[in-house]
């Protein structure tokens, strides 16, 4: 399944800045960013549900949000780019 993972983490304190390299490194081993606080992944059942929970580790719930929404797909079909297409490629082998 696909999914879209959005963040907003409060940085005004360095805690909140130590978070949110957390937060981008977690995403970071399940999906592809495709902006600074937005990620694209593909993830089967058992790998969404170990991104949830890490996150949730994570995050500071009364500072900070985390939104993650499940898409039907990232073809050409479904996704309009405006700008700076990053050409992502989810049938291609990665490297993390």
Same mark, same amino acid.
């Given at each position: 399944?696909?999914?879209?993972?959005?963040?907003?983490?409060?940085?005004?304190?360095? %805690?909140?800045?130590? /978070? *949110?390299?957390? $937060?981008?490194?977690?995403? =970071?081993?399940?999906?592809?960013?495709?902006?600074?606080?937005?990620?694209?992944?593909?993830?089967?059942?058992?790998?969404?549900? %170990?991104?949830?929970? /890490? *996150?949730?580790? $994570?995050?500071?719930?009364? =500072?900070?949000?985390?939104?993650?929404?499940?898409?039907?797909?990232?073809?050409k079909n479904h996704l309009v780019v405006l700008?700076?297409?990053?050409?992502?490629?989810?049938?291609?082998?990665?490297?993390?």
């Amino acid at each position: 399944m696909y999914y879209v993972v959005t963040y907003d983490i409060a940085t005004d304190t360095r %805690e909140g800045q130590k /978070r *949110l390299r957390r $937060v981008a490194q977690a995403c =970071e081993g399940y999906g592809q960013r495709v902006q600074k606080s937005v990620f694209e992944c593909m993830l089967d059942e058992v790998r969404y549900v %170990e991104l949830v929970h /890490r *996150l949730g580790d $994570v995050i500071r719930r009364d =500072e900070d949000s985390v939104r993650i929404y499940r898409t039907h797909d990232f073809s050409k079909n479904h996704l309009v780019v405006l700008g700076r297409n990053l050409g992502l490629q989810f049938d291609e082998p990665w490297t993390v």
